[in-house]
């Protein structure tokens, strides 16, 4: 874990943001000089009336003299952070040159936009020189910060303009934007000691995350609503029963912000229900930078099992494994790696190094390099009940669940802007993420099916998995001005990624009550091998014209949106079948499962059912979407902005699929979506605003979901439904929002979806009891409301103390029909849901986030940052009820973490954190008439250590 952002940074930008509103508000001689404050009423009336005959004001940047650009900054001694005036203040080239007030406030105009560097000059000072890039907008703030030569500091790290990713400056951006707008970014991340998106996200008022699992809900809407995208561009998904990457996969090393659109706009993907998540990559703009850093992590329930630790035989340290599974297993043995679990030493650690870099390019030009390298552990352990009950209550498996897991990250990302001059620039982005995760589980207890009985024998199920994914992402992004009016934005991107599970191992055995163990062979798959391979391209282009209106009345926007891409999925089980006369006789030692499972056994103790030819099965998928969107962004009145915009998308879907079960075939869903929305803004005073969000969207079934072909998890098998279809969304948010201060937020957003033909995972009807997907009912709703709070309670140079705080209500609704499945799949699938309507899986009615933070600066080199964070959900279904067993249900769950983060000296920084402090149980119970816990588990602690030197 990294400090970002030290004490000089979070001051100078506080007081930037304070120049900015001031210099805003000054009164402007005819050569553009500030007036002083007590200037008469007319020289303030001379002043202004220059000033509207040049039909502008110099809050819009415009000297008497008829100039519309220019720079304006304020200086302050680094040491001190007082002002300091008559500082000498030119172009680099001596064209234009004026000096600071009483205030240090100047301002500077110039005839062009351009890249220009300020000279900054005092007797006693440092002379500082600072690179501005005059390109998005007519007037760029700037603040600086001088050295006195007799300071006892040798290297200063100056803020030379707003820190995009701040937390001041995103509710800037959130307070002036004509769209709902939510964001995370770099600095708040680091005070909260937020290490990836999918932490990063849950932050968010009305967002979530499933214990155990990847997925986030978004006011109460899981995988399937949302989207996901890096900087605007979409990212494919590598798992294959999953929509959306695992968002934890991106380290906040490579992340400068997080963002969530909970309104859908026109040039968002219609695929649109709960959000669209986009984490914005980190953008180099500062001085020369290179860092290092140095961690741990310990796991509480891991560190009891420090010198006891076993996962699988074969993946290494790093989360890579270069297992294949045999081409063909007939005849002899051909498996790499062993049965038995090999004993790790627990050695957890992270460390990172990031480097960056700006240089001057020709006489406009300049291009900014930065790189990050990351490598990240984690181990982890529980215990305790995962079980299943028939609708009467009676056990189907009572068991107890040991687990050992350890989880391994690398991430490499580049990062080159080149900012070619005022009007154009390019950005590559390159991105690789490798993330292993090893499970070792061992279910040991009664197990009805397999015969095994709770008076004379105890039934033990060992699985080992081992899943990677491997991320390439290949960005080129370009920003134009073209003339005064007419602006361009494109961004093209090539994505790979492989998500592979090589050799997922099972094992069934049983313990008599005399200690004897012997192997369950009730099914050939009872002991098996489990093989996936899954692989994406995706190839996705945006491109949008903006063309300024008059008397800044807005825009009017034309773009399009591209995404095609291919999936092929391959899995292979191979079942070692006990042969008659070895189960039940034979007697086994399960600490040396090779001994029989190995190459020794084949052919005398088992034979392998699903030899090459028909072991393997796949589906491949194709996805082509093409969309062409309009908006116009307009000012209505003085405080009223409207955004209006259209969305057209052509959506075409293919699958074809073989299983051994349910043979060949293909399917393609076709769909032309028409998407309005409106966005209004109405600006009530400069701290109030109003806005009011109304859209259609809809949501996509996925490749897995329309195949018939069956994915096998321990307890349940899942079989896709190829007369699944598209569910329509319409959508509508009410939001009041004030901004009392600078860095301050209260906010009250009240929000509504209907979704017709919505689509559940349900059990289907049969005596397999498998798992399918269908569109389950005619209409479900989603409502609730969003409370959001941020507060200064101690706002001082050296010392602040602030809250945050969010909550969502909400209630989801949905009706089942079974009618209507069996008519839409023509018999095929039947549904029994045991009540006739639900809530959606995943929705809690409550969601609550909150900090508390406080920032002690001892001098520009140290400072201390503490916050103490609280999460909490109320109850959320897990599954829907079906055959008359009650709903699996997740008690409310709340977690407590502490952060704290020094700066101990000018390159030293030290974070320490812990969490999961009150390390509450998680439980899951199915509600029949007498609800039965299925189950329970705590996760343990998780304390860590990070060191970082700043070179």
């Known amino acids: 874990m990294k400090l970002n952002l030290n004490i000089k940074r979070a001051s100078l930008l506080l007081l930037g943001i304070i120049v900015c509103s001031v210099v805003s508000a000054q009164k402007v001689d005819p050569k553009g000089n500030i007036l002083p404050k007590n200037s008469n009423k007319q020289d303030t009336t001379k002043t202004l009336n220059a000033q509207q005959k040049n039909s502008a004001s110099v809050a819009d940047g415009v000297s008497a003299s008829g100039s519309t650009l220019g720079i304006r900054g304020r200086i302050i001694d680094v040491e001190t952070m007082k002002p300091i005036s008559g500082v000498s203040v030119s172009l680099a080239d001596n064209s234009k040159a004026t000096s600071t007030n009483e205030n240090g406030e100047f301002i500077i105009p110039v005839n062009k936009k351009g890249i220009y560097e300020i000279v900054s000059s005092y007797l006693g000072y440092t002379k500082e020189i600072t690179p501005i890039v005059l390109a998005d907008k007519n007037w760029e703030n700037v603040s600086i910060v001088l050295v006195n030569e007799s300071s006892t500091l040798d290297e200063v790290v100056v803020t030379r303009r707003r820190i995009q990713a701040s937390e001041i400056a995103l509710l800037e951006e959130r307070k002036n934007s004509n769209l709902f707008v939510e964001k995370i970014g770099a600095q708040e991340l680091s005070r909260k000691g937020v290490g990836d998106a999918a932490a990063a996200v849950s932050q968010l008022s009305g967002v979530s995350r499933q214990e155990g699992s990847t997925q986030v809900y978004v006011r109460g809407l899981g995988d399937r609503y949302i989207s996901t995208s890096l900087n605007g561009l979409p990212v494919p998904s590598s798992d294959p029963n999953l929509k959306n990457i695992a968002l934890d996969i991106f380290t906040t090393d490579v992340v400068d912000y997080v963002g969530v659109d909970k309104s859908h706009h026109s040039s968002l993907s219609g695929d649109f229900g709960g959000a669209t998540v986009n984490i914005g990559s980190k953008d180099f703009t500062g001085d020369r930078l290179f860092e290092v850093s140095l961690g741990s992590t310990i796991n509480t329930n891991a560190l009891k099992q420090w010198d006891n630790f076993y996962l699988q035989d074969g993946p290494n340290f790093f989360g890579y494994s270069d297992y294949n599974a045999p081409a063909d297993a007939q005849g002899s043995y051909h498996f790499k790696n062993g049965w038995d679990p090999k004993k790790k030493t627990v050695t957890p650690l992270n460390f990172a190094v990031k480097a960056g870099d700006s240089f001057k390019v020709g006489e406009e030009g300049r291009l900014s390099l930065f790189a990050v390298v990351n490598f990240a552990n984690g181990y982890g352990a529980r215990d305790g009940v995962n079980s299943s009950f028939s609708a009467q209550g009676a056990p189907l498996k009572a068991l107890n669940q040991s687990q050992q897991n350890y989880t391994a990250n690398t991430t490499g990302m580049l990062n080159a802007n080149y900012q070619i001059n005022a009007k154009h620039k390019l950005t590559y982005n390159f991105m690789y993420v490798n993330a292993g995760n090893h499970y070792r589980d061992m279910f040991t207890g009664f197990i009805r099916d397999a015969g095994v009985d709770a008076e004379n024998y105890r039934g033990t199920v060992n699985r080992s998995t081992f899943s990677s994914t491997q991320l390439l992402i290949n960005q080129l992004l370009g920003k134009h001005t073209l003339t005064d009016k007419l602006e361009l934005d494109w961004g093209l991107a090539y994505n790979n990624v492989k998500g592979d599970m090589p050799d997922r191992l099972q094992s069934m055995y049983s313990e008599t009550t005399d200690g004897d163990h012997y192997f369950i062979r009730i099914n050939a798959a009872d002991n098996h091998r489990y093989t996936y391979y899954l692989k994406e391209n995706e190839l996705a282009a945006n491109v949008s014209a903006s063309y300024k209106l008059g008397a800044d009345k807005g825009k009017f926007t034309v773009g399009y949106n591209g995404r095609m891409k291919e999936r092929s999925f391959d899995v292979m089980q191979l079942n070692f079948n006990i042969l008659d006369g070895q189960q039940g006789t034979t007697k086994i030692d399960p600490s040396n499962l090779d001994q029989y499972l190995g190459a020794s056994g084949y052919g005398s103790f088992y034979n392998i059912v699903g030899l090459a030819g028909n072991a393997f099965q796949n589906y491949n998928g194709d996805q082509d979407i093409h969309a062409a969107y309009a908006n116009i962004d307009y000012k209505l009145t003085e405080s009223l902005t409207g955004v209006l915009g259209m969305r057209y998308e052509n959506i075409k879907q293919y699958v074809d699929f073989y299983s051994i079960e349910y043979s060949r075939g293909n399917n393609t869903l076709k769909k032309n979506g028409f998407l309005p929305s409106l966005n209004l803004k109405y600006t009530l005073n400069d701290k109030n605003n109003l806005r009011l969000g109304a859209s259609k969207t809809y949501t996509l079934p996925q490749f897995k979901e329309r195949a018939r072909f069956p994915y096998e998890e321990v307890t349940q098998t899942i079989v896709g439904n190829q007369y699944l279809y598209a569910s329509d969304n319409y959508n509508l948010d009410l939001k009041w929002e004030m901004f009392p201060k600078d860095g301050e937020l209260y906010s009250v957003t009240a929000f509504g979806k209907y979704i017709e033909n919505p689509i559940n995972e349900i059990m289907v009807s049969s005596s397999a009891n498998d ?92 400072n201390l940052t503490a916050t103490l964070l609280y999460n909490y959900y109320s109850d959320k279904l897990n599954a829907v009820g079906t055959n008359g067993r009650g709903n699996w249900v997740d008690k409310g769950l709340g977690t407590l973490d502490f952060v704290l983060k020094s700066k101990v000296t000018r390159h030293i920084g030290v974070d320490l954190a812990a969490r999961n402090i009150l390390n509450p149980s998680f439980e899951r119970w199915q509600e029949n008439e007498v609800p039965i816990q299925v189950m329970s588990y705590k996760r343990g602690a998780f304390f860590s250590l990070g060191v970082n030197y700043k070179f």
């Open 771 to 862: 798992i399918s997907y269908a569109n389950t009912g005619d209409k479900g709703y989603v409502y609730g409301v969003e409370v959001e709070a941020k507060k200064y309670l101690m706002n001082l140079v050296n010392d602040k103390l602030s809250i945050g705080f969010n909550t969502a209500i909400m209630k989801t609704d949905q009706k089942f029909d079974p009618d209507k499945v069996r008519n839409e799949t023509e018999g095929l699938i039947n549904i029994d849901p045991t009540q006739v309507s639900s809530k959606f899986t995943g929705a809690s009615d409550f969601i609550v986030n909150a900090d508390v933070s406080y920032l002690k600066s001892f001098d520009n080199n140290r």
